[in-house]
């Protein structure tokens, strides 16, 4: 089995790897962060650019493609290049474990952050042909309550980066989808994209993954060919047993019924059916 690989000079900053790397530039994450939210976000700091939170030994882990916070605000920014099943139900349970991964240093509720999860799609999540798609939890009865929870969902659909308004997160949109740079900001995105594809550090990493990925999915490959080698034989075996018992049991009843035996007491002792023992 041959596995293939984006050659580096085909990267992007969409590409999971890139944008792991470009967003360690804290200048690039913070505006990257301030444009889709609009807001000014404070010193950043990563407890672990690309997070595993696995808080229970039975719990479903997450890894974090980018996961940042200011002094007030956490935040998670996930590329998406092909929408995943129950999206939706995936960041409830993203921002579920951030908030137990935020409990476990002790704190007590009322510390915790205000909690973002940000999707950055592809391809639009919902099928509304919106740029942005924000979630928060407020009252059914009364639009303007808000829960005030401290968490929000927002989803970005870079292909409609021309309905976006303000200029600086439609340009960021638009080189998101198009890899289009037409700001300053998209620019010096691009510029550390080409500078990284030069990087003989970064391209021996991704080959390293590449090759480390290609290990896991070969072992696993072997893995499921050996199970289903050894299930086979095992099938092989019921079946071969079930047939000769099958078989047997149309002798002994073929011998009972040439003893003149009744159906009934041909039935008990072979266990086949009436309409089988007459066709013999």
């Not at 300053?184 to 500078?195: N, Y």
Request: a neutral charge; glycine letters at 6%; charged letters at 30%.
């Amino acid at each position: 089995m041959e596995y293939t690989h984006k050659p580096v000079e085909e990267l992007s900053f969409t590409d999971d790897f890139m944008f792991g790397t470009v967003m360690k530039n804290k200048m690039i994450c913070k505006g990257v962060i301030e444009r889709l939210l609009h807001i000014k976000v404070g010193k950043i700091e990563y407890p672990s650019l690309q997070k595993t939170i696995a808080p229970f030994y039975e719990s479903k882990g997450i890894r974090l493609d980018v996961y940042v916070s200011d002094p007030e605000r956490i935040f998670d920014i996930e590329i998406q290049t092909s929408i995943p099943p129950s999206l939706p139900k995936r960041t409830r349970y993203y921002q579920s474990l951030m908030d137990v991964d935020n409990l476990l240093r002790g704190q007590s509720y009322a510390e915790l952050k205000e909690s973002y999860v940000i999707f950055i799609c592809t391809q639009d999540p919902f099928g509304k042909g919106l740029p942005v798609y924000e979630f928060r939890n407020i009252c059914t009865a009364d639009d303007m309550l808000f829960l005030d929870d401290k968490s929000v969902k927002v989803f970005y659909n870079v292909g409609a980066y021309g309905k976006e308004d303000e200029p600086e997160l439609s340009a960021l949109l638009e080189y998101l989808c198009e890899r289009r740079a037409t700001s300053g900001f998209t620019q010096h995105i691009d510029e550390l994209v080409e500078k990284a594809k030069r990087n003989e550090k970064f391209r021996s990493r991704y080959m390293s993954l590449n090759i480390w990925k290609d290990d896991l999915l070969r072992e696993g490959s072997q893995l499921g060919e050996k199970i289903g080698f050894e299930r086979g034989i095992r099938k092989g075996r019921r079946d071969g047993i079930a047939a000769g018992s099958y078989q047997k049991a149309r002798e002994t009843a073929k011998i009972l019924s040439d003893m003149q035996m009744s159906l009934e007491v041909i039935t008990k002792a072979t266990g086949l059916s009436e309409a089988e023992i007459q066709k013999l």
